[in-house]
């Protein structure tokens, strides 16, 4: 009988595998970073920039700290009516994205389902004009032939075949690679 091999232990040494390929990441990762950020400071506009930055980032963690000081209350106070006035604005601007999705759906959607209801009737009408146009094309070169005296052993025959003159005249009745076109 045979032992079956927990699953735990292959678990646990693809996780160490795995911790140890993503620490190096990191470690290069940071390493990069600094290496980055060390050559950026070379340069002297970048130096003046950084240093402008951190000071005014530091003064106005100054000016926070210090209204935390003196009333704590009234930052939290202040805190919470900037979240809600936020809380508020994005409310509304979720609001008329979803207003504006209802229009599109409801108006372009609906128009664009009418233009290809309307687009199919025109191809299917087309189609049908093509078809009586054949017939009535088959009927004159009948009506021509009764008068040049030439006459067909099967005159039903020349009306449902289609010439190479005729595709010419009627080209609506090949198909096209264009999806929707009739004819080419």
């Known amino acids: 009988m045979t032992q079956p091999v927990p699953y735990e232990t292959v678990t646990r040494n693809n996780t160490q595998v795995k911790g140890k390929r993503n620490g190096k990441l990191v470690k290069g990762m940071v390493l990069g970073a600094v290496v980055g950020g060390a050559i950026a400071m070379l340069d002297k506009t970048t130096r003046k920039n950084v240093t402008s930055r951190t000071s005014d980032m530091k003064d106005s963690t100054?000016?926070?700290?210090?209204?935390?000081?003196?009333?704590?209350?009234?930052?939290?106070?202040?805190?919470?009516?900037?979240?809600k006035t936020a809380s508020g604005v994005l409310k509304e601007a979720i609001n008329d994205a979803q207003n504006l999705y209802e229009k599109v759906n409801d108006d372009v959607i609906d128009q664009v389902n009418q233009i290809k209801d309307d687009s199919t009737e025109m191809i299917a009408t087309t189609k049908e004009a093509a078809e009586e146009l054949k017939d009535i094309g088959g009927k004159v070169k009948?009506?021509?032939?009764?008068?040049?005296?030439?006459?067909?052993?099967?005159?039903?025959?020349?009306?449902?075949?289609?010439?190479?003159?005729?595709?010419?005249?009627?080209?609506?009745?090949?198909?096209?690679s264009i999806p929707g076109q009739v004819g080419s």
């Open 142 to 176: 009948e009506a021509g032939e009764e008068v040049t005296g030439e006459s067909s052993s099967t005159p039903t025959q020349q009306t449902s075949s289609v010439s190479t003159e005729d595709q010419h005249i009627h080209p609506t009745n090949r198909t096209s």
């Open 62 to 83: 100054m000016d926070l700290v210090s209204k935390v000081k003196e009333d704590p209350s009234g930052v939290v106070n202040e805190v919470q009516d900037r979240i």
